[in-house]
């Protein structure tokens, strides 16, 4: 997950975000908003499935 992370920071910073400038800080809020919504939707479509699943095969509380 490190691996992840790393590939979302600017490239050729420092680790410490105080250093960074304010459009390599807005570029890296960006791309975790890209993030953020990409797993969302990978959330929002694995709960159709699930939602399918458990009202074919009766599952649920």
């Keep these: ?17 105080q250093r960074w400038n304010i459009e390599d800080l807005e570029s890296y809020v960006a791309a975790m908003q890209a993030e953020i919504s990409h797993v969302k939707t990978l959330i929002d479509e694995k709960t159709k499935v699930q939602s399918a699943a458990n009202a074919l095969f ?3 509380n």
């Design 58 to 60: 009766g599952g649920g």
């Design 1 to 17: 997950m490190d691996d992840e992370l790393d590939r979302l920071k600017p490239s050729g910073l420092p680790a410490d975000m």
